[in-house]
């Protein structure tokens, strides 16, 4: 991950291309994990990722490009916030609220949980509205 210019930039490869979206895998590795010994080591990780980013010149792409994938800093952290910053502060708004009413832990924590599901259902349903929100961008790099 680079960041230039208020831009989080991955570099990734063409996986699939259809009309007008590049599907690229990305591989995210944490900080240690071009150490030697990081095979020997929990602490290093690497994940792949797959992200589908709508461009115009889609067909521009060939399967096995290497790319550069981008995205704005305000995109990204509009979308951690929609990931993980307002479901915690549903959970423990949930959480609090159903302890001060009832004084029952356990139950406080199960309404806690439970009230992520409407969350993440209502998430899921304004998905297309968030991911118009969120804009990667793709450009080939030269090799």
Known sequence: MHLMKSKIT??????CITNDMVRVRIVQ???????????HCAASE???KIIDVVTADASSYN????????????SAHKALLVG????????????????WITSDET????????????????????????GNSV?????KLLE
């Open 10 to 15: 991955h570099k990734g490869v063409v996986e």
């Open 63 to 74: 399967i096995g490009d290497n790319v550069m994938v981008s995205v704005s800093e305000r």
């Open 84 to 99: 993980f910053g307002l479901p915690f502060v549903v959970m423990m708004f949930a959480l609090f609220l159903t302890m």
């Open 29 to 39: 590795t944490s900080a240690c994990a071009a150490c030697k010994v990081a095979g």
């Open 135 to 139: 804009k990667f961008s793709v450009e």
């Open 107 to 130: 139950l406080s924590a199960l309404v806690g949980l439970g009230a992520l599901i409407p969350y993440y259902i209502i998430i899921w349903l304004f998905r297309s509205r968030i």
């Open 46 to 48: 690497s994940k792949v």
